[in-house]
């Protein structure tokens, strides 16, 4: 039987009318992945899924990322552990590595740029939620590059991209110490087509707070480019808002929606749990068809 389906917005976000043992069966998990890629971003209410059941729809989705555990002096797991749970949270005592990073995550961003094979998807279900703000946003990259005028496309798939953790966090954080900043400029950082033609042949905008100059670019031109592409992609069309309750399950398509944290109250004990599908291919540019001489 199809799953039944509310969509949020026109092109962006689903609502899935699903209790949890459905979902913990596997039995849709075929059909929840391609809606996910399809919708972008998914929600399903009312589940209270805690850890291991969070990690048992993940796994039916995809291959779950197990991170390195780093533990407390207590022994308790503090951030992305063998377990596949991230806990994502600003408050040091809950994780504090991730608290150093996690600011920039109230920007529109992919996750995993500085990876050659991004995360395919996230699951994200709330423990704690925020006194004020905290919505999560998304935004479909592939409604923003279907809609450019063909002319815009073809010029925009031959451009690359240069990701940088340093672009991704000084505009989050522009009273940085110089300390912090070169601790963000000491990470790897990742050239991607600017266009994704993924497997299925749809095509998408790799755009993420992450990017920092178009490569081989002026540097204002560049920067235009980028803010213009983000304004664009980012409008209200393209954008569906997440406003969470206890008990929700979202999951999102890394690879072909950008995602952000809208602000909360600082000092926040807002906490989520998350699992990561590692990625399935590269973010690979368009092929370019020759034209006749
Ligand atoms: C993330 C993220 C958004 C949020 O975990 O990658 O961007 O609303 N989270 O916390
Ligand atoms: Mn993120």
Redesign the pocket.
Known sequence: MAIEKVDLTPRIGSELKLDKATLLSGEHSQEIRRLLVDRGALVVRGLFLNDEELRTVARSLGDLRIGKSKRGSDGKVLNEGDEGILK?SLDPEVNPEYAKFLFG?LLWHM?GTYEEVPPFA?L?TPVRLSEWG?D?MFASTYAAYEDLPAEEREWLETLRVMHTMQAALFPAKRDCTPEEFAVWCSYPQRSHPLVWQHKSGRKSLVLSTSAAYVEGMHTAESHDLLQRLMLHATQEKYVYRHVWQAGDLAMWDNTGAI???MPYEEGSKRE?H?CTLNGEEPITAPTRVEQAA
């Open positions: 994502v995550n996750d996230t994200f905290g999560t995602h952000r944290a989520f998350r």
